[in-house]
């Protein structure tokens, strides 16, 4: 995008780049996988596989993903995205808060410049990515 941007002599400020992203953070890797695959294992009760699925294009994204395999680079779990469907669409970086720090970075090492961290229950995920993660990302 940067490079037609710049083929096309774009006057406008630089491009930048996105990612909401569910982070599921816990005080070791271990918990964080252990909690993790309980939520999903809670949420696939809920969840009929067996009903016809239309799913929307950013949902069958994350379906074709899944198919790739349960855990992509080190701790990206497309499991979620199979389950629940609305607002359980999405997939999770799980491990410890120096895990997904490490992961978030790799990402702003590829261009992402904003991120968009959520988890539920919202207060209690928030309460833990502000004092676990984000002391980890400042600069």
């Not at 710049?6 to 070791?28: H, K, M, N, S, Y």
């Amino acid at each position: 995008m940067r490079t037609l941007g710049d083929e096309l002599g774009r006057a406008l400020p630089p491009l930048q780049f996105g990612l909401r992203i569910t982070t599921f953070v816990r005080d070791t890797t271990e918990q964080a996988w252990a909690d993790a695959e309980a939520k999903v294992a809670e949420m696939a009760k809920t969840h009929d596989r067996s009903a016809p699925r239309r799913a929307a294009v950013g949902q069958q994204r994350l379906l074709d993903l899944a198919a790739r395999g349960e855990v992509l680079d080190d701790n990206l779990y497309t499991t979620p995205g199979t389950v629940g469907g609305g607002g359980a669409g999405t997939t999770w970086l799980v491990g410890s808060a120096e895990d997904v720090a490490k992961s978030l970075r790799r990402y702003q090492d590829l261009g992402i410049t904003h991120f968009v961290l959520s988890d539920t229950p919202y207060l209690p995920e928030i309460r833990r990515q502000g004092a676990q993660l984000l002391p980890l990302l400042r600069d």
